[in-house]
């Protein structure tokens, strides 16, 4: 139950830096970034996998770089859901998810080197 929650502020801190640092992604206060986490979790678990099945084909065809408008539309999704979380245009619908993944990776190995007991996701 920790590493959930340790995972929930991990993606929830990350959201905070992508709305620094890609202009077109805002989050109005830190709750929001919590329901934005949990948002974004709901959306990779139940509507990414199938997204990425039927964009199979155009994933063949451009070599895998269609994954990043899959990665895109996702994190616009879970924005859509979260009041107070917004996305905007190409550039942050594009390098949103990116940052937020090296952020939640950085953040996500930090807690996993201060608590190596929990297994972090």
Same mark, same amino acid.
């Given at each position: 139950? +920790?590493?959930? *929650?340790?995972?929930?502020?991990?993606?929830?801190?990350?959201?905070?830096?992508?709305?620094? $640092?890609?202009?077109?992604?805002?989050?109005?206060? *830190?709750?929001?970034?919590?329901?934005?986490?949990?948002?974004?979790?709901?959306?990779?678990?139940?509507? +990414?996998?199938?997204?990425?099945?039927?964009?199979?084909?155009?994933?063949?065809?451009?070599?895998?770089?269609?994954?990043?408008?899959?990665?895109?539309?996702?994190?616009?999704?879970?924005?859509?859901?979260?009041?107070?979380?917004?996305?905007?245009?190409?550039?942050?619908?594009?390098?949103?998810?990116? $940052?937020?993944?090296?952020?939640?990776?950085?953040?996500?190995?930090?807690?996993?080197?201060?608590?190596?007991?929990?297994?972090?996701?």
């Amino acid at each position: 139950m +920790k590493a959930f *929650f340790l995972t929930l502020l991990a993606i929830a801190l990350s959201l905070l830096v992508v709305d620094l $640092v890609v202009p077109g992604v805002d989050l109005a206060t *830190f709750p929001a970034a919590l329901l934005g986490a949990a948002s974004i979790g709901v959306v990779n678990s139940f509507i +990414k996998p199938i997204l990425s099945v039927l964009s199979l084909p155009f994933n063949i065809v451009t070599l895998g770089l269609f994954s990043v408008v899959v990665n895109g539309l996702c994190f616009w999704l879970a924005a859509v859901a979260v009041p107070g979380f917004t996305v905007h245009g190409l550039f942050a619908f594009i390098f949103g998810p990116i $940052v937020l993944s090296l952020v939640n990776t950085f953040l996500s190995n930090y807690f996993a080197q201060r608590e190596p007991e929990l297994e972090m996701e």
